[in-house]
């Protein structure tokens, strides 16, 4: 076959709902050189990674590890773990990722009961709690921040109340995790799972996981019990975790003291992880919070500047996405497309209902950053305009500037 | 928290089974900025890889794209996406990786067959041939390089065989590939799954796979179906795929045409995995080969001038590893250890029945050259000494030498 050219991607400012641009940091702790899977180097590494998503998960469980995937490898690494066949599973409902926790919770064979809200909305408290009484589940599994809605589902009181009615908790902060306050102990979350790609400034394809002791013990009963020590006619079959990959009671032992050989860990990935929370221990998680609060509130004062209408219940949107309705008359997916062949500005579409009529912008990790908003807002205005759309000169920049305590011009 | 570092790897020169030190063009392609999921840049980007992958796995398969994560990974959506629960699967055992195979289909609840020779021999073809006239399997899974023993199964045979039965044909050559002759097509092997972090010189973290057209068949017929269109009473539950993630139907929508948003692609690591096979086709897959062939020559002869003895059956041997039995009174543990502190070299320890009786030493990928091998050697030769094992002062040397065409010194 021919040859290919070296790939070169072309210069991108990513300012949609994730991926976005790494942290040249990231970048640069990835060109490091493998070294082998046991060596004191390489167990050091990922000691040093259990102990910094310890603190960005705001956890003490000593089960913190990745897995080796992207953020939907740690949510079914989680759910096949934690559920058997025949356990019911209930699941909050505010968007697309609610709808994959449910597919993934099928292929479980879970009992799979619904707590939905329309898109644009959170669910409440009392309506988890009435369905937890009249469905008694074992687990309760939800997303944190759905990037399809931009919504940010309180989980104190999810929390608080599956811990009194003894129910495991499961979250997704994929799309949330550094960019919005969460708290794995406080709030009594048993399982989360997250990835690199939103607010932690890394790549796609390493998922920080944790677990509660209360997890770990539903998880290591299923542990797999090898053939010769089964007692005649004993069988692990209805517990066993059905996926050697994502079993997390081995790779508990890989992580673990007894180092136990399972995969061959990810390590350019494993370099990544440690770097994107590094960043975040030495930068403060507080810190990177509202970091992230403030850019979000500068583009959402600059879209709203812009004239254009926002989308959902603003005071429960994630800090680091904003949904724009697309304006009257204006081609949402030839506007975007302008915006990255003109500009090499990305903003994010949309998926099923809010399809065509929503654009989601990001403000996150490495983007979540003055000059990044600010040439999104005086882009976005130019392609407004020569999209028929015309706003007012400088509204979004204005506004932006605003924000971060700049007058007016 | 404190806080912490950034890693600093220590050097080192990997000379184990694998993973080996990445290619520095593979390092640099995965320190490339990050673009957009559907970027036109990136979609092409992956078609490359479908592209360079197809000549690396001797196919024209249209299904040869990445599983995001490490080679277990691409095991485990091949083995998830054929087998339904009660098919029967036959297993050529012939090292650790057949039992990984074992058990992973037993955790699709498949009805598993055996072949098993003792390690450091291969399956005879007419065992197979026998146990599937015997077992009728839908699927035989065996691996084509299993690393615990170094031994490399022909797979000829058993494709015809296969195919003249019938029978579907996955092999496992994460080992092998690339430092070996495999041909997905010519040998009719229906489903194929790989690793970057061994010939192919990159760090492990994704699975380059293929299935023939055979193979996509049995899978899609598996698709899921939506709720919402299945007939009063009907049921997919009994032949829908377990895994969403290593769900082969949809991902064969994501890297199609139809470009069905799954996972977000795990960026980085599909630049290092185009780059890997890039740079094979650059080189010439060919050449690839007999660059393993001739380093694990001078490998093999090194260690034999060394006076060592060397485990299996060399004729079956893959070119890229030897097993070397640790000599009597040597402690194999500390003489690694000393090989690692002293000289930065890691040479690999073994598993089960093999373990403290085999060093395995690899020379693939970025490894398979002359100063790697010699510099193995000499360094070898002084720490056997060290541990009370003297050996003839360059044998080691001399004799690889010598396969390089060099007149002894």
Redesign the interface.
Known sequence: ?S??A???????L?M?P?????DP?V???????????F?P??TQ?MN?TM??Y??VFATVNEATFLI??????GI?AAL?SLIEPGDTVLIPVFGRFGH?LR??AE???ATVEICEVPWGQVVDPAMVEEAIRRTRPKLVATVQGDTSTTMCQPLADLGRLCREQDVLLYADVTASLGGNTFEADAWHVDAVSA?L?KCLAG???SAPVTFSPRAVEVITRRKSIEAGLLADGETT?AT???????DVAMLLDYWGERRL?????????L??A??CA?II??DGLDETIERHRLHGEAMLAGVLGLGLAVFGDVSHKMNNVVGVHIPEGVDGDRARGEL?EQFGI?IGTS?GPLHGKIWRIGTMGYNARTDAVLTTLAALEQVLRRNGHPTPQGGGIDAALEVYGSTAS
């Open positions: 076959m040859t290919f070296t790939f070169n991607p072309p210069p991108r990513l949609g994730g991926p976005i641009n790494a940091r970048l640069r702790a990835m060109s490091a050189q493998l070294i082998g899977q060596d180097a390489m590494a040093d102990a910094l310890r603190a080796d995937g992207t953020a939907r490898a079914e096949v994959l597919e993934i292929r479980c064979d990835g790609q790549p796609s394809g079959a066993r975790i059905r996926s050697n990959y994502f050989n399972h995969h061959t860990e990810a390590t350019s990935m370099y990544a440690r770097e590094r221990v030495e990255l990305e998926f």
